[in-house]
């Protein structure tokens, strides 16, 4: 059974802290893994995917995420938080693209000036 | 770029009619889900479509859903009788083969009164 679970729902990050925000998952075979963001009244967009290939992805935004098979972790940071970072982030496993994915509960990413 | 698209963004109906949410997936892809998203709550999977057929579906597409794709290109989903706790955002989604993810269209916001 796969499953994800974000540690944190609310997350809050001065202007130009470092983000972190977590992500573990559960999956009995090599996992697919993504990271989406939502913005106020938007649909999910994708800021990046890990699909066994290197193990640290780079995305949009200035965003990345490592893939930690020893944790079954896929967290995702970035140096420096923006004002426009402010969003809903959630984590995602397929274990076999084209089936459904499985989201986390998602991580309300506060910037504060 | 090629994008989702969902009509309409925002859907009132009453308790007991039926409603159609229509959606546009990305011209060229294979896979077409339907999710939702209540309102503070995690994004969850009601179904997903290939090959003009359901390949899978949760506990939550029972018998007052259905799903069509009428004409190649839009991908709509139905619930026959709405019920108020069907009051929630509907994600559609479309991924193409191989290690493609999903793409999300902006949603449609179905209130139910």
């Known amino acids: 059974a796969q499953s994800v679970t974000q540690l944190g729902s609310h997350v809050s990050v001065s202007e130009g802290a470092l983000v972190l925000l977590r992500c573990n998952y559960s999956?009995?075979?090599?996992?697919?893994l993504f990271w989406y963001v939502q913005y106020p009244n938007q649909g999910l967009q994708l800021l990046l995917k890990y699909t066994s290939a290197a193990t640290l992805v780079k995305g949009i935004n200035g965003f990345e995420a490592e893939f930690k098979k020893s944790e079954t972790s896929f967290h995702l940071t970035k140096p420096s938080a923006h004002m426009s970072d402010a969003a809903e982030y959630f984590c995602?496993?397929?274990?076999?693209?084209?089936?459904?994915?499985?989201f986390g509960t998602g991580t309300s990413l506060t910037v504060i000036p | 770029e090629p994008e989702v698209t969902q009509t309409p963004s925002h859907q009132v109906t009453q308790m007991g009619q039926e409603v159609i949410l229509r959606c546009v997936p990305i011209s060229n892809h294979l896979y077409f889900y339907w999710y939702r998203q209540i309102l503070g709550q995690k994004v969850e999977f009601l179904v997903s479509?290939?090959?003009?057929?359901?390949?899978?579906k949760s506990e939550i597409f029972d018998d007052q859903f259905s799903v069509e794709r009428p004409d190649g290109s839009n991908f709509t989903l139905k619930i026959r009788s709405t019920k108020l706790e069907d009051s929630a955002m509907y994600f559609c989604?479309?991924?193409?083969?191989?290690?493609?993810?999903?793409?999300f269209g902006n949603g449609t916001r179905l209130t139910v009164t």
């Open positions: 995602a496993v397929s274990e076999i693209l084209g089936n459904q994915f499985y």
């Open positions: 999956s009995s075979v090599p996992p697919y």
């Open positions: 989604a479309s991924s193409g083969a191989g290690d493609s993810p999903l793409h």
């Open positions: 479509f290939y090959n003009n057929e359901i390949s899978e």
